[in-house]
């Protein structure tokens, strides 16, 4: 575990809790080190969350992150705590490139969206009119890179909390930590999050000619 | 009994475990009489699952090598 100096007293040896009671004390240079052995296993997960988050910006938005946790290693208290550290600091990351970029939250008529139900658009449109399994067969013509286009269609205030809890598997009040907003307004967005998730997995589908292919 | 719409409005949190001891209860409730909700409820199972199947992403050996030598040159 590490504790000590931060960013701000680099003249001090960092202390390592688990290792204080026996006096070892980690110079600079192999707290860097530490660092880099944590990140290095860390690096494909953080890709892979920021490729959700921000699509081709990814490799910036970890780069980011990387500096970020190495000028803030003070604020890692323990070592076991690194990889959903790490993850705190590249979702803040990438919130941060969305706004630089302009992105505001789409326009959503929520009374729409409330009611819409893509299990009942699909029985209704009926796309596939020889199948004995629609729905299973609607979601078959999305492919992984589909799915996370459709993602990048939602905004960020939507998103994020969909890929965390969904994707990543982080539990909603760990969400709530990492946004810091309340776990009530993390559960309003993944509420609203899904049924945009659904009303865009149509969009996509029509825009795209999935349902065309399929058809024929 | 909760109508429809008050049922397929919490069948993710349904799925999820984030429904307290009453709502569990009356959607249980309604699953058991609803055939079509019964249907909602398996098809956002596997919506769930498709999320979940789209998770993985393969890093570019570049963007591997470029990331680590970020790393490596971080300095104290």
């Known amino acids: 575990m590490i504790s000590g100096s931060g960013c701000n007293n680099r003249a001090s040896p960092i ?3 688990d290792v204080t009671q026996v006096g070892v004390l980690y110079t600079e240079a192999e707290q860097a080190e530490r660092f880099r052995l944590l990140a290095r296993e860390q690096l494909p997960r953080l890709y892979g969350i920021a490729r959700k988050l921000v699509g081709s910006d990814a490799e910036d938005a970890v780069q980011d992150c990387l500096l970020k946790a190495f000028r803030n290693l003070g604020q890692l208290n323990d070592e076991s705590a690194a990889p959903a550290w790490l993850a705190s600091i590249l979702v803040n990351c990438c919130r941060d490139r969305g706004r630089t970029k302009g992105r ?3 326009e959503v008529n929520f009374e729409d969206v409330e009611e819409f139900s893509l299990y009942r658009k699909i029985a209704y449109e009926d796309p596939f009119p020889y199948s004995d399994s629609l729905h299973l067969d609607f979601l078959e013509e999305f492919t992984a890179e589909d799915v996370r286009s459709v993602l990048m269609r939602l905004s960020e205030l ?13 539990l909603v ?3 709530a930590e990492i946004l810091e907003a309340p776990t009530g307004t993390i559960l309003a967005r993944l ?3 899904r049924k945009l998730f ?3 997995m149509w969009s996509y589908a029509t825009d795209h000619g999935l349902l065309k292919e399929a058809a024929r | 009994m909760i109508s429809c719409s008050e049922a397929v409005r919490q069948l993710w949190e349904y799925l999820d475990g984030l429904v307290g001891d009453r ?3 009356s959607i249980e409730a309604h699953l058991a009489r609803c055939r079509r909700c019964c249907g909602e409820l398996e098809f956002a199972r596997e919506l769930r699952g498709t999320l979940e199947r789209a998770s993985e992403v393969d890093v570019p050996d570049a963007v591997l090598r470029r990331l680590t030598q970020t790393l490596e040159d971080l300095e104290p």
């Open chain 1, 191 to 193: 509420h609203r999050g």
């Open chain 1, 198 to 200: 659904e009303k865009h």
């Open chain 1, 15 to 17: 202390r390592l809790k």
């Open chain 2, 23 to 25: 709502e569990l209860e």
């Open chain 1, 158 to 170: 939507y998103r994020v909390p969909l890929v965390l809890v969904y994707m990543e598997g982080f």
């Open chain 1, 104 to 106: 505001r939250p789409e």
């Open chain 1, 173 to 175: 009040r760990e969400v």
